[in-house]
């Protein structure tokens, strides 16, 4: 016996159970899930009844599969313990117990259990005249003894097997062609259906809000209400939105999972993307391109908010920049002009008109910096002037060395800029 003892199993199995029990952790989160599977507007709840439609399809043919593959293997294996279990069954077993001894069991024919079990019988045996008894052996009693049952057997393998052929080709015609026709079918008007239904429908009163990729950040704009601002983007709830997609440098793709699906930003080429989020909240998206270092650090939020609070949003947006009240308020802002910032930035009311980064005059408005990778708190507003690079490899703003008075300065004013 060559088998494993069940026991020696254990460990694997505990190792399988472990990993599996890993694999399904990871699924798990306290914060709410920024997924499709938690649509907040009719056009991803559309795409979600998509991916449902997908998941459980797929998980009926999985287990149709799986069915498929372990019956052979059980079917295999208690065919091997049934021959360990009888041993006519096995022909070439035979021979290797036929010494001399054996002559007699084949006189008495099928009667196996006395040719093996009765000691006397083979002393007797053995006193018989060699010679014949080799004669005899090998003239009648393999036959007798292992023809027989291999006929039988043979003839029962022909019918298991002409069956066998029947099933296959029956599996292979309704598993491998017409089963996997019908369900790509079901699919693709499914899909067809979702994809006309998600796509962009003209409206009157609907939110018309420019979006133009950038390494690695959103520009932001609302051409009727004049509004410049970057990352975040915010709109009213229950009422339709639309957005312009482009790109100013590579090829990026828009995705807030909980609104709609992605849809790529590609230079000199405008994409639309329509939805109506039915629920307030603050939506994660991603950039869904890879588009160079920090492709992974552009994250962009939506925020649908009531809608008198969009409208006083709104109001403060379209303000030029606060003015600085305090004299160190004032100082940061010459610092900001003078010290390069003003160079890429843009805080309207001020000097500073540059487009090469995002628009500042509202930054103390918005929740998070840097294309949404950490919160808008001083300390990170310390950390992106002093060390860009520290917070987001790669991004394209160069560090500027001020000394500390000039920085708290710096930094006063920034934090006004509501
Ligand atoms: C060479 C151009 C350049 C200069 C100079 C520059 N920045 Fe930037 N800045 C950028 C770019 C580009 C980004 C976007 C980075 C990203 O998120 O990938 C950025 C991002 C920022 C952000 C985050 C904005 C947001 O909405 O998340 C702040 C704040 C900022 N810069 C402040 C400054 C200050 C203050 C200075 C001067 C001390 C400065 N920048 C100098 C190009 C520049
Ligand atoms: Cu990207």
């Given at each position: 016996?060559?088998?494993?003892?069940?026991?020696?199993?254990?460990?694997?199995?505990?190792?399988?159970?472990l990993?599996?029990?890993?694999?399904?952790?990871?699924?798990?989160?306290?914060?709410?899930?920024?997924?499709i599977?938690?649509?907040?507007?009719?056009?991803?709840?559309?795409?979600?009844?998509?991916?449902?439609?997908?998941?459980?399809?797929?998980?009926?043919?999985?287990?149709?599969?799986?069915?498929?593959?372990?019956?052979?293997?059980l079917?295999?294996?208690?065919?091997?313990?049934?021959?360990?279990?009888?041993?006519?069954?096995?022909?070439?077993?035979?021979?290797?117990?036929t010494?001399?001894?054996?002559?007699?069991?084949?006189g008495?024919?099928?009667?196996e259990?006395?040719?093996?079990?009765?000691?006397?019988?083979?002393?007797?045996?053995?006193?018989?005249?060699?010679?014949?008894?080799?004669?005899?052996?090998?003239?009648?009693?393999?036959?007798?003894?292992?023809?027989?049952?291999?006929?039988?057997?043979?003839?029962?393998?022909?019918?298991?097997?002409?069956?066998?052929?029947?099933v296959?080709?029956?599996?292979?015609?309704?598993?491998?062609?017409?089963?996997?026709?019908?369900?790509?079918?079901?699919?693709?008007?499914?899909?067809?259906?979702?994809?006309?239904?998600?796509?962009?429908?003209?409206?009157?009163?609907?939110?018309?809000?420019?979006?133009?990729?950038?390494?690695?950040?959103?520009?932001?704009?609302?051409?009727?209400?004049?509004?410049v601002?970057?990352?975040?983007?915010n709109?009213?709830?229950?009422?339709?939105?639309?957005?312009?997609?482009?790109?100013?440098?590579?090829?990026?793709?828009?995705?807030i999972?909980?609104?709609?699906?992605?849809?790529?930003?590609i230079?000199?080429?405008?994409?639309?993307?329509?939805f109506?989020?039915?629920?307030?909240?603050?939506?994660?998206?991603q950039?869904?391109?890879?588009?160079?270092?920090?492709?992974?650090?552009?994250?962009?939020?939506?925020?649908?908010?009531?809608?008198?609070?969009?409208?006083?949003?709104?109001?403060?947006?379209?303000?030029?920049?606060?003015?600085?009240?305090?004299p160190?308020?004032e100082?940061?802002?010459?610092?900001?002009?003078?010290?390069?910032?003003?160079?890429c930035?843009?805080?309207?009311?001020?000097?500073?008109?540059?487009?090469v980064?995002?628009?500042?005059?509202?930054?103390?408005?918005?929740?998070s910096?840097?294309?949404?990778?950490?919160?808008?708190?001083?300390?990170?507003?310390?950390?992106?002037?002093?060390?860009?690079?520290?917070?987001?490899?790669?991004?394209?703003?160069?560090?500027?060395?001020?000394?500390?008075?000039?920085?708290?300065?710096?930094?006063?004013?920034?934090?006004?800029?509501?």
């Amino acid at each position: 016996m060559n088998r494993r003892h069940p026991s020696s199993y254990r460990p694997r199995i505990a190792l399988l159970v472990l990993l599996a029990g890993a694999s399904l952790l990871t699924s798990c989160t306290l914060s709410p899930r920024d997924s499709i599977t938690e649509p907040a507007s009719p056009q991803a709840a559309e795409i979600d009844s998509l991916w449902q439609l997908s998941l459980w399809m797929g998980t009926v043919v999985w287990i149709i599969v799986m069915i498929l593959v372990a019956v052979p293997i059980l079917r295999s294996r208690r065919h091997r313990d049934d021959e360990q279990r009888d041993p006519e069954h096995v022909g070439p077993q035979g021979p290797g117990r036929t010494d001399g001894t054996r002559s007699d069991g084949a006189g008495r024919g099928d009667d196996e259990g006395s040719v093996v079990a009765d000691p006397t019988a083979d002393a007797e045996v053995a006193t018989e005249p060699p010679g014949d008894v080799r004669l005899d052996h090998r003239g009648t009693a393999p036959g007798a003894e292992l023809d027989e049952p291999m006929i039988t057997a043979d003839v029962a393998d022909h019918d298991e097997a002409q069956v066998d052929e029947r099933v296959r080709s029956r599996l292979l015609w309704i598993g491998g062609i017409i089963g996997p026709a019908i369900i790509l079918l079901i699919l693709l008007m499914a899909s067809g259906r979702v994809g006309a239904l998600t796509a962009h429908v003209e409206r009157d009163e609907e939110l018309v809000v420019d979006v133009i990729g950038h390494m690695f950040w959103w520009e932001v704009s609302y051409p009727e209400e004049d509004i410049v601002t970057a990352n975040e983007i915010n709109v009213p709830v229950d009422r339709p939105v639309r957005l312009n997609l482009t790109t100013e440098d590579v090829i990026h793709s828009f995705w807030i999972p909980r609104v709609h699906g992605k849809i790529d930003m590609i230079p000199g080429h405008e994409n639309i993307l329509s939805f109506e989020p039915t629920e307030t909240g603050r939506f994660r998206g991603q950039c869904a391109e890879y588009c160079g270092i920090a492709h992974a650090q552009m994250v962009a939020f939506l925020e649908v908010m009531e809608p008198d609070d969009y409208d006083e949003w709104v109001e403060a947006q379209q303000a030029d920049a606060v003015e600085p009240e305090t004299p160190t308020e004032e100082v940061g802002k010459e610092v900001f002009i003078e010290s390069g910032c003003a160079a890429c930035h843009a805080v309207r009311g001020t000097e500073a008109v540059a487009e090469v980064g995002p628009d500042l005059t509202n930054l103390a408005s918005r929740g998070s910096l840097a294309a949404g990778i950490v919160p808008n708190t001083r300390e990170n507003l310390e950390e992106l002037i002093v060390d860009p690079w520290g917070l987001k490899p790669g991004n394209p703003m160069p560090p500027t060395i001020l000394d500390d008075d000039e920085l708290e300065a710096l930094l006063d004013y920034l934090e006004v800029l509501e």
